[in-house]
């Protein structure tokens, strides 16, 4: 079944934002959502799932670069918990993936995309590839 996935990389004032295509091949960076704590914010990212046929969305997770969680673990956990709870009802799947070094990527990566949607395109091609090799192993089983 094909279905795009939305990555985001949450911060406490922006919200980065990229989308892959049906395939799972691309990911693209879109314009960041503002303030994605508040009702407005949360508000915007259904809209923005609903808009684009988004069937599974991927939050960014900060974890250290040695694994333990890190100052902005827990708020990328609550806000996960927030957007599942607007979104499962709509049937959309809300998944947590390791975001360490995608802030940097992006820094090195420049373009015109903003760096928190570039970061978020980082993150979305890292998902997308695990997912990939889960489905590659999977079909030699």
Do not use: Y
Not at 73 to 80: I, P, Q
Request: charged content about 25%.
């Amino acid at each position: 079944m094909l279905v795009r996935v939305l990555a985001l990389d949450h911060g406490e004032a922006h919200c980065g934002c990229a989308i892959s295509d049906p395939t799972g091949t691309l990911a693209t960076p879109l314009d960041p959502v503002e303030n994605p704590d508040t009702r407005a914010g949360l508000n915007a990212i259904v809209e923005l799932v609903r808009d684009r046929e988004v069937g599974k969305v991927v939050v960014g997770l900060p974890l250290r670069l040695d694994g333990a969680d890190s100052a902005q673990t827990e708020a990328a956990r609550e806000f996960a918990t927030r957007l599942l709870a607007r979104l499962e009802p709509l049937g959309v799947d809300v998944r947590l993936h390791d975001e360490r070094l995608t802030t940097r990527q992006a820094r090195a990566g420049g373009g015109l995309a903003s760096e928190h949607s570039r970061a978020a395109a980082h993150l979305l091609a890292s998902w997308l590839e695990v997912q990939g090799a889960v489905r590659t192993s999977d079909r030699s089983l």
